[in-house]
């Protein structure tokens, strides 16, 4: 199984960056697809996440409203579309897949990718 991240980069205040996290090697069926960040010196949070079959989707608080999690059945794909940047979203972003009892509990994603540094300067 792999996960492969892509979009990060670097940009300004206000910002809009889409992370997208493709899934090769697995048939998708009841899992959920979750979006975790990692701040140099901080322990890794929950962002987002979003269960595969049925679409249902969770966001963190300071996710919500800014941040939107959307896939794409055909490519095995699930898109983080992040506008409204702000230096606090400045980490490495990572996707996780699996299925859990707790979308917001890192420790129970199976899979992870390799991860994309996201930087907003001011």
């Known amino acids: 199984v792999q996960l492969v991240e892509s979009g990060g980069g670097k940009v300004q205040v206000g910002g809009s960056l889409r992370l997208s996290c493709t899934i090769s090697?697995?048939?998708?069926?009841?899992?959920?697809v979750g979006w975790f960040r990692q701040a140099p010196g901080k322990e890794r949070e929950f962002v987002a996440a979003?269960?595969?079959?049925?679409?249902?989707?969770e966001y963190s608080d300071s996710a919500l409203g800014r941040f939107t999690v959307s896939k794409v059945y055909a490519k095995n794909t699930v898109y983080l579309q992040m506008n409204n940047l702000r230096p606090e979203d400045t980490a490495v972003y990572s996707c996780?897949?699996?299925?859990?009892?707790?979308?917001?509990?890192?420790?129970?994603?199976?899979?992870w990718g390799q991860g994309t540094q996201v930087t907003v300067s001011s």
């Open positions: 996780g897949l699996g299925i859990v009892r707790s979308v917001f509990a890192a420790d129970q994603y199976e899979y």
């Open positions: 090697g697995r048939k998708l069926d009841t899992d959920v």
């Open positions: 979003m269960a595969w079959i049925f679409g249902g989707t």
